[in-house]
């Protein structure tokens, strides 16, 4: 059995995995910096000190081959992958070794935009589809990694 690593700062399933991962019986841990407050039944909450990439760092410490981890950042998921660990995004995507590099690479890109002061489109609003397609890829790995 592994741990489920929930990179919880803006992210809006940390229920929804919550509920998955006690249904598999894994442990689930939260991590966020002392900006936001996460407490939640079925979940250990680690609080760490506001800085950049602190719950990052914090979180790739705790990693072992085979845990599952919810993040947005791409940075953050290529250091977990480096660990062999599964990170899979809020919206459903899975990183692997095959997308991680052109995410990085359009982050990268995106910031060198923005710092020359343009501007690009935001993420469109958040649906109950996303939360579903969430939770069927999350399902997915959990069964993989569980042997169902």
Same mark, same amino acid.
């Given at each position: 059995?592994?741990?489920?690593?929930?990179?919880?700062?803006g992210?809006?399933?940390? %229920?929804?995995t919550i509920?998955? *991962?006690?249904e598999? =019986?894994? =442990?689930c841990?939260i991590?966020?910096?002392?900006?936001?407050?996460?407490?939640r039944?079925?979940a250990?909450t680690?609080?760490?000190?506001k800085?950049?990439?602190?719950?990052?760092?914090v979180?790739?410490?705790?990693?072992?081959?085979?845990?599952?981890?919810?993040t947005?950042d /791409? #940075?953050? *998921?290529a250091?977990?992958?480096?660990?062999?660990?599964?990170?899979?995004?809020?919206?459903?995507?899975? /990183?692997?070794?095959?997308?991680?590099e052109?995410?990085l690479?359009a982050?990268?890109?995106a910031k060198?935009?923005?710092?020359? #002061?343009g501007?690009?489109?935001g993420?469109?609003?958040?649906?109950? %589809?996303?939360? /579903?397609?969430f939770?069927e =890829?999350?399902? =997915?790995i959990?069964?993989?990694?569980?042997?169902k």
């Open positions: 059995m592994g741990k489920v690593l929930i990179d919880a700062d992210c809006p399933v940390v %229920d929804n509920k998955i *991962a006690g598999y =019986k894994w =442990k841990i991590l966020c910096d002392t900006s936001h407050f996460f407490e039944e079925g250990e680690i609080t760490v000190s800085g950049p990439d602190s719950v990052d760092f979180l790739v410490n705790m990693l072992e081959a085979g845990d599952v981890v919810i947005q /791409y #940075g953050l *998921a250091m977990c992958l480096a660990r062999r660990a599964i990170p899979i995004s809020q919206d459903g995507m899975v /990183y692997d070794h095959n997308n991680i052109g995410l690479m982050r990268h890109t060198k935009i923005r710092n020359a #002061g501007r690009l489109k993420n469109k609003k958040r649906s109950a %589809d996303m939360n /579903y397609v939770e =890829k999350f399902r =997915k959990m069964n993989e990694r569980s042997g």
